[in-house]
């Protein structure tokens, strides 16, 4: 289902729900991100196996309603996504987790800002959520810019939460009312 269709220079984004076609994209978008040593949760590169694995059971939770993907096409190449996810906890089910990765040729004409929209959008809609919450490293200026733009808050931080590219990073977390 596609979401937004627009035009940015000569480009032509689509904004959509991701199929299970998506995973050799998606497998070399994130293992560029970990590649690149970006400022993201993941630093080991994944194999075709678990991306098949992760893109299967993550189709089987958007029907659930347990999470919602929206993934940016750029020229008809997937370079990158949005993914909210409910929390698991009975007490905690109108909560969600907000994670974000876009390929380094995609960043910096406002296709971030407007993935995060819609999947604010989506998870507030299709899922019923009230809150959305995110971690981001305290290196990630970019990061932490988008999201105060967003009107995410920064409510703590777990010093030294993070060791990535061998350094301890303070991880901050950061939330939304919807
Ligand atoms: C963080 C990220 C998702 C932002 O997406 P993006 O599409 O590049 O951001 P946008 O183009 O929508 O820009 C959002 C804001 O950041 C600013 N920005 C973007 N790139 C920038 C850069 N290289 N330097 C300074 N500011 C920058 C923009 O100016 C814009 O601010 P404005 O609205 O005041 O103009 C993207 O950079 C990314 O995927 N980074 C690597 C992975 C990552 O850090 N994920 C988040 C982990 S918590």
Same mark, same amino acid.
């Given at each position: ?51 098949? /694995? ?7 939770? &958007? ?7 929206? =993934? !940016? *096409? ?27 990765? /876009? ?7 406002? &296709? ?7 999947? =604010? !959008? *989506? ?56």
């Amino acid at each position: 289902m596609i979401l937004k269709k627009y035009k940015i220079f000569d480009k032509i984004i689509i904004l959509r729900y991701p199929k299970p076609t998506d995973v050799q994209d998606m497998m070399n978008m994130i293992n560029s991100l970990v590649k690149e040593g970006a400022d993201i949760a993941k630093s080991k590169p994944v194999t075709i196996q678990e991306e098949k /694995l992760w893109l299967r059971n993550s189709i089987m939770s &958007i029907k659930n309603k347990e999470k919602v993907i929206i =993934l !940016a *096409e750029m020229n008809g190449v997937c370079v990158g996504s949005c993914e909210i996810t409910r929390d698991n906890y009975d007490v905690s089910r109108h909560v969600g987790t907000l994670g974000i990765g /876009l390929v380094k040729s995609a960043r910096g004409i406002g &296709i971030g800002t407007t993935l995060i929209k819609t999947a =604010l !959008a *989506e998870a507030k809609k299709r899922l019923g959520l009230r809150l959305v919450k995110l971690y981001v490293f305290d290196t990630n200026n970019i990061g932490k810019n988008i999201y105060t733009e967003m009107g995410f808050s920064e409510i703590g931080r777990i010093p030294k939460g993070i060791y990535h590219n061998k350094k301890y990073k303070d991880d901050i977390i950061m939330v939304k009312s919807l």
